[in-house]
């Protein structure tokens, strides 16, 4: 399990990032997975120069102001960096922070945004994951503020991803 390049979070913080970095611990140590910060991606893989990419998240962050994240239900994919994840509604202010953030990026050829807050990466059988919801519940009904973008060199291994910058929404520079 590798990324590739940098990626723009949306992170929770207080004690809804507490309840969702110890679920994620404790998933990662149950399943011998790699643990990592909670977080909505708003656009991963950005292959470019590190100066680049700061400077137009600098410019993507000042066109948008704080906006509440609503999770909901829980789900799983087969794809390791989707293996059981809370579903993000698609509001509008999400939906234009990520369709503008492709923009600036010329990223527009992407896979159709799905938002989500990951609570396990890795490749795991669909029973252990029907398991997993039936221990921790299929919804969570949480609302959090998004008041920054973070930037996240998330090239390589999970354990060596870290955060470039922080860029508070809606200030000027």
């Known amino acids: 399990m590798q990324g590739?390049?940098?990626?723009?979070?949306?992170?929770?913080?207080?004690?809804?990032y507490e309840q969702f970095s110890k679920l994620i611990e404790q998933l990662a140590q149950e399943h011998s997975a790699p643990i990592f910060h909670p977080h909505v991606t708003?656009?991963?893989e950005i292959l470019r120069d590190e100066e680049e990419i700061m400077r137009k998240t600098q410019e993507l962050t000042m066109r948008h102001q704080p906006f509440p994240v609503t999770l909901g239900a829980v789900d799983y994919q087969d794809y390791s960096f989707r293996a059981l994840f809370v579903r993000a509604?698609?509001?509008?202010?999400?939906?234009?922070?990520?369709n503008d953030s492709k923009e600036l990026f010329d990223m527009q050829g992407i896979p159709p945004y799905m938002p989500h807050l990951s609570l396990l990466y890795g490749n795991f059988a669909r029973g252990i994951k029907d398991k997993i919801v039936q221990e921790i519940g299929s919804v969570f009904t949480t609302q959090f503020e998004v008041s920054s973008v973070h930037l996240?060199?998330?090239?390589?291994?999970?354990?060596?991803?870290?955060?470039?910058?922080?860029?508070?929404?809606?200030?000027?520079y």
């Open 4 to 16: 590739k390049g940098y990626s723009l979070w949306l992170k929770p913080s207080g004690e809804i």
């Open 42 to 44: 708003l656009l991963s």
């Open 89 to 98: 509604d698609k509001t509008r202010p999400l939906l234009d922070l990520h």
């Open 152 to 172: 996240f060199k998330t090239y390589g291994a999970v354990d060596i991803w870290y955060r470039v910058k922080e860029f508070p929404l809606g200030k000027t």
